[in-house]
């Protein structure tokens, strides 16, 4: 069930709407000339707050002279978030980096194997709706489609989705929830058999529009808490944030 409030009304279209063709986009080597090994994204406005950090794997392979994206259905039986469509990933262990909380989520949830992972740069990172927690997104190319296992107490189900299919125009859509000033931008990806929305969507379109060189939007498009005063969080011993 989608949270859909009141007042919303319908958004902008795709980035890459306009384009013609983009054939010569969807391939390895463009993929590692926009996320170059060690680019950084850009913070999220939190980080520095004390609000906790989440990573997740982008895992991107061609195929069939399309690339393809990697993405899970949760589990319906997880407190949170159950049945929903998101990347592999979770919360981060103290000492790890983004790469290898990315990694090792992958792995637990799906059984990637961490020696298939090409791992290259970051999306910009996206603030959680709550603002006591941020997702680092790392990009990972994998040679062809990969033989993956879904850990039955986390993942329902694995999907392997072309680019091409998330660029139709009948797909992406954007709504603006709330009204005046207040408004934000929430996206959607509507595929066959599931609606990919929140901070999902948000990563993927931003993955789409940079791949595509076309404009994502300013920095609250990217990630709408940068839009907001920051707040102050401090973490327990669970690694849960909370307001100070």
């Known amino acids: 069930m989608i949270p859909r409030p009141a007042l919303w009304t319908p958004g902008n279209p795709a980035p890459w709407e306009s384009l013609d063709e983009v054939g010569g986009l969807l391939v390895p080597d463009h993929v590692r000339r926009v996320w170059p090994p060690g680019r950084r994204?850009?913070?999220?406005?939190?980080?520095?707050l004390g609000a906790g950090a989440s990573a997740v794997l982008v895992p991107i392979y061609p195929e069939d002279g399309d690339l393809h994206v990697v993405l899970t259905r949760r589990s319906r039986n997880l407190r949170t978030h159950r049945g929903e469509v998101s990347f592999p990933g979770g919360r981060a262990?103290?000492?790890?980096?983004h790469l290898q909380t990315a990694v090792r989520e992958a792995n637990e949830e799906i059984a990637l194997d961490p020696a298939l992972v090409e791992p290259l740069g970051e999306l910009d990172h996206l603030t959680t709706i709550t603002r006591r927690t941020y997702i680092a997104p790392v990009v990972g190319l994998l040679p062809e489609r990969p033989a993956l296992v879904p850990n039955p107490d986390e993942v329902d189900a694995v999907l392997h989705v072309p680019f091409r299919e998330l660029m139709s125009p009948e797909v992406f859509r954007e709504e603006r929830w709330g009204e005046g000033e207040s408004a934000r931008p929430v996206y959607f990806f509507d595929l066959e058999g599931d609606t990919v929305w929140g901070a999902t969507a948000a990563l993927l379109r931003q993955l789409l529009a940079r791949l595509t060189g076309t404009d994502p939007g300013g920095p609250t498009e990217l990630d709408p808490a940068r839009g907001f005063e920051p707040v102050h969080f401090e973490l327990d011993e669970h690694g849960l944030g909370g307001v100070v």
Not at 41 to 48: F, K, R, T, Y
């Open 41 to 48: 994204g850009l913070a999220s406005p939190v980080a520095e």
């Open 93 to 97: 262990d103290p000492g790890e980096t």
